[in-house]
């Protein structure tokens, strides 16, 4: 592995469009990819506005966009903290109260019979999330719902706008 943290902005920004470098490298390297990512036009993870649910000062809610499950969800802090162990207890009540309402929601929505959350940033650098991952009543219970093939997301605007109704209620 290449440690990244010898190039420059502008050297990782071209390695990044020629396809040699991804967010893992990043990680690796001990460089958040997500600040790396909103900080540089979202050139890691590319424009995720058509994809937001909910966003304020503390958090950003958005439908992901390699998904597990049609409508799984990711919910990140605004600012930087490295995995869940290193946040204060105040965003840890916001995240975890905004969860629940979100889980709530995106049952009712997406009509599925229960949603799994998970959080697991691992590695030298990492940027707190947490993931819902819906499981649906065609689908087995269990831990294999958290690691189902990814798919493209394809857009629903009707359950997207209900989503962003709902939980601003
Ligand atoms: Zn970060």
Do not use: W
């Amino acid at each position: 592995m290449e440690d990244l943290k010898k190039y420059s902005k502008e050297e990782l920004i071209k390695l990044i469009k020629e396809n040699k470098i991804t967010f893992v490298d990043f990680t690796d390297s001990g460089i958040c990819p997500t600040c790396f990512d909103r900080e540089n036009n979202n050139i890691l993870y590319g424009n995720n506005k058509d994809k937001i649910i909910y966003e304020d000062e503390d958090i950003e809610c958005f439908l992901v966009g390699n998904p597990r499950a049609n409508g799984h969800t990711a919910i990140s802090s605004k600012k930087h903290y490295k995995d869940m162990m290193d946040i204060d207890d105040e965003l840890c009540k916001k995240v975890f109260t905004f969860s629940k309402k979100l889980m709530n929601i995106i049952k009712e929505v997406y009509g599925s019979e229960s949603v799994y959350l998970c959080t697991m940033c691992d590695g030298p650098m990492n940027h707190f999330h947490i993931q819902l991952i819906p499981r649906y009543s065609n689908e087995k219970r269990g831990s294999k719902n958290f690691v189902k093939p990814r798919f493209n997301y394809v857009e629903d605007k009707e359950k997207l706008e209900r989503l962003r109704e709902l939980i601003k209620e």
